[in-house]
């Protein structure tokens, strides 16, 4: 079972930047394209970035322009660099495969996630 580890999240005032990491226990990013996903108090999970086999990305609307996905496929390793941050992205931040025909269009395992607060 493929296991993810979130790291990078924190503290920040609005208007600041973050850099969200996420490890893959397995070399995966060929296989499956992966997400970048968050959950707020009292709100369902929800998709804010994407990105595909071959490196196209997608963003929600409320990511667009602000957050940008990446991945180093030889490090096992996804990010996600988030500027001019907003109180309303304040949430648990989870990385996982995109529902596909190669997953059983089901998530894999879940991590921890990695909180990230902003501050007004």
């Known amino acids: 079972q493929v296991q993810f580890v979130e790291s990078g999240g924190g503290l920040v005032q609005s208007g600041g930047s973050l850099r969200l990491s996420c490890a893959a226990s397995?070399?995966?990013?060929?296989?499956?394209?992966m997400g970048w996903y968050r959950q707020a108090p009292e709100k369902q999970r929800e998709l804010v970035a994407a990105?595909?086999?071959?490196?196209?990305?997608n963003y929600a609307d409320s990511g667009n322009g602000r957050f940008t996905i990446s991945k180093d496929n030889a490090k096992n390793t996804m990010y996600l660099q988030m500027n001019s941050l907003k109180p309303e992205d304040t949430a648990v931040y989870y990385c996982?495969?995109?529902?596909?025909?190669?997953?059983?269009?089901?998530?894999?395992?879940w991590g921890q996630g990695t909180q990230v607060t902003v501050k007004k």
């Open positions: 996982n495969a995109l529902p596909s025909e190669a997953n059983g269009w089901r998530p894999l395992q």
């Open positions: 397995e070399s995966i990013f060929s296989i499956y394209g």
């Open positions: 990105i595909t086999t071959d490196d196209n990305t």
